[in-house]
């Protein structure tokens, strides 16, 4: 199957399995997130109604709503899910992404200043940011940013571990049900790419990232350890469709370099705009025919 196929059969996928408990920690996610179910629902795009029916058990989250709900508490899709999902590797801070949601409305002021430097980080750049603004974005004072962060270099590396949580996210909520790997690593390749406001909106913090270390001292440890995580997530399936004798024979590692190198620099051009969006795709779906896929598997 093509690599725009896989990404467009996946995309209809209208419910998402896990354990009961989903609703259970759902519902602790909301509350003592100081939360309202009807705040969330909205946050969620979502009718109240049928938000309560998946809280209660008696529908499911599918994957859309899932990535919304974590994003509207602040939780992530693995801890909704009860840990029950592997397919993605374990985020820079796993502590942390495996923990209950903080409590209380400081807590939930910290990740409005979050999200709102992310969103203006990301659209306008670091340099063109002012704490005002992010103030003014999340609807808070300048004193109240200046409370939970020292300054905009902090506020850039807490939106940077925004954007990686946001891609360990997408990737739980969507892969979890795919088992060929063969479709799971064309589906993980198409929700990796910058195709889309909020794809593009992360890929604009990693390009600011990668502009940074390049002019300071490389080897940021926050940096390094999501690159690996998502590295290693690339490994993991390519390791797996080899033993299942659905990818070529290979080294793991030096296939795994080269298809993320690979997509680092088509998404750089996507986002310049020396390419277009179908041109990625038919680019990424080549070389997984040329170089990773077998035919006679």
Avoid: C
């Avoid at 008696?58 to 909704?80: I, M, P, S």
């Avoid at 704490?131 to 807490?158: C, M, N, P, R, T």
């Avoid at 350890?225 to 290693?232: C, E, G, P, Q």
Wanted: aromatic share 8%.
């Amino acid at each position: 199957m093509r690599y725009t196929q896989v990404a467009r059969s996946v995309s209809r996928m209208s419910e998402i399995s896990g354990p009961p408990r989903v609703g259970e920690r759902a519902k602790e996610a909301i509350h003592s997130g100081g939360h309202s179910q009807r705040s969330v629902a909205a946050q969620m795009g979502l009718d109240e109604t049928k938000l309560s029916k998946s809280l209660s058990g008696q529908r499911r989250f599918n994957a859309e709503e899932l990535l919304a709900l974590a994003t509207a508490t602040g939780v992530t899709v693995k801890w909704l899910l009860g840990e029950q999902s592997h397919v993605s590797a374990t985020p820079p801070r796993p502590a942390a992404a495996a923990a209950p949601p903080a409590s209380g409305e400081v807590a939930m002021r910290r990740r409005m200043v979050v999200e709102a430097a992310w969103t203006l980080f990301a659209s306008r750049g670091f340099d063109a940011v002012r704490i005002a603004d992010i103030a003014e974005e999340a609807g808070v004072s300048s004193a109240s940013v200046h409370y939970y962060f020292a300054g905009k270099q902090e506020l850039f590396s807490a939106a940077l571990s925004y954007s990686v949580k946001l891609a360990f996210d997408r990737q739980i909520a969507w892969l979890s049900d795919i088992a060929d790997p063969r479709d799971r690593l064309t589906r993980l390749l198409e929700l990796q790419s910058p195709i889309g406001r909020t794809a593009r909106l992360e890929w604009s913090i990693w390009l600011q990232t990668w502009s940074r270390l390049a002019l300071e001292e490389p080897g940021n440890e926050d940096y390094v350890s999501s690159y690996r995580r998502w590295s290693a997530t690339v490994r993991s399936t390519i390791a797996e469709g080899q033993e299942q004798g659905r990818f070529r024979p290979g080294d793991a590692d030096a296939m795994t370099d080269e298809l993320t190198s690979l997509l680092d620099g088509l998404g750089i051009k996507l986002m310049t705009g020396i390419l277009d969006a179908k041109t990625l795709r038919r680019r990424i779906s080549d070389y997984l025919d040329r170089a990773v896929l077998n035919r006679a598997g």
